[in-house]
């Protein structure tokens, strides 16, 4: 069964997602993932699929640049 109920933006601390589902969450396509990842995103492997943890996505985030744009 397909979860319809998918929050984009919603990303838990203590979850783990499939690369697939943390895309869809996320908005980030395949280019983006890949510069996420060479920019210092995990992603682990089991069983030869990729996950992200929710806090590895939180840690990323909080190493990037602070947008002081004013609007």
Known sequence: ???AAIKTGE???DASYSL????ERT???????R?????G??????HKRGYVLGRD?????AQQ???SEQE
Do not use: C, H
């Not at 995103?41 to 089991?46: D, F, P």
């Not at 996505?57 to 985030?61: A, E, G, Q, V």
């Open 1 to 3: 069964m397909v979860n």
């Open 35 to 39: 510069e996420a990842r060479r920019n």
């Open 20 to 23: 697939q589902e943390f895309s």
């Open 11 to 13: 990303i838990i601390a």
């Open 65 to 67: 640049p602070v947008d």
């Open 27 to 33: 908005g980030l396509k395949r280019a983006a993932m």
């Open 41 to 46: 995103l995990k992603v682990r492997r089991a």
């Open 57 to 61: 996505w939180i840690d990323y985030l």
